[in-house]
């Protein structure tokens, strides 16, 4: 167990629908960062929050968004789903704003299935 | 925008032969992590590099790093079934954004 919990692991939806991907880092991280992961386009960076603020964007569709909470858990929202949205989001945490020494602590997942 | 290639993507190797994955990277960094993943589960950190010459060894595993060249290497010695994953390298940036490589998928075969 890495310290930081995706929930929910597995999620399948039809196309056109709205979910929430949640994530609650690491105990001590303060940045939550949130990547895709599909077959043809590798791991790709989506957001990062760092204690409640958005800190950088990477490839985030308008159709999606995130936030970060006080206690520190953030959620992705993903609107409007199309088939290709199907992918593995992962959630990572990290203490410091870029990762520091330690790099980043990654979650386990959640598996996206658009139907 | 910064680019990072791994080669090769796809590595089949014997047991107990040796091999070199090669991660390089387009701009100027001086932080770089591996990870492996398996099949459907999340990354592991592997090694952390933070400096020129930096070289970091665990097990069967040796990764190094030169900055001046924008390459890091990650090595494998007498490779065991066990490490049958797929390696990523993630370069930092000086925005301190996290860019991965495509990733080397390692089937070691007995």
């Known amino acids: 167990d890495s310290g930081v919990t995706q929930t929910p692991k597995h999620l399948i939806t039809a196309t056109g629908q709205r979910v929430t991907l949640r994530c609650s880092p690491r105990s001590g991280d303060l940045s939550v960062y949130w990547y895709q992961q599909s077959l043809d386009q590798g791991l790709q960076f989506l957001i990062q929050?760092?204690?409640?603020?958005?800190?950088a964007k990477g490839n985030i569709l308008e159709r999606f968004s995130a936030q970060q909470f006080p206690d520190l858990h953030s959620e992705l929202n993903l609107s409007s789903l199309e088939l290709g949205d199907s992918a593995l989001y992962f959630c990572?945490?990290?203490?410091?704003?870029?990762?520091?020494?330690?790099?980043?602590?990654f979650g386990s997942g959640t598996r996206l299935t658009v139907v | 925008e910064l680019k990072v290639e791994q080669n090769p993507l796809f590595l089949s190797m014997q047991e107990g032969k040796n091999y070199t994955i090669y991660c390089n990277y387009s701009t100027t960094s001086d932080r770089l992590y591996w990870y492996r993943q398996d099949p459907g589960k999340s990354l592991e950190s592997l090694f952390v590099l933070l400096s020129n010459g930096a070289v970091k060894q665990e097990g069967r595993l040796m990764a190094s790093l030169d900055t001046k060249a924008r390459l890091s290497t990650l090595h494998i010695t007498a490779a065991v079934h066990d490490l049958s994953a797929t390696y990523f390298c993630a370069v930092v940036t000086a925005g301190n954004q996290f860019y991965f490589g495509t990733g080397t998928s390692l089937t070691v075969i007995p």
């Open positions: 929050y760092y204690n409640g603020e958005e800190r």
């Open positions: 990572a945490s990290s203490v410091a704003k870029g990762g520091g020494g330690y790099g980043y602590t």
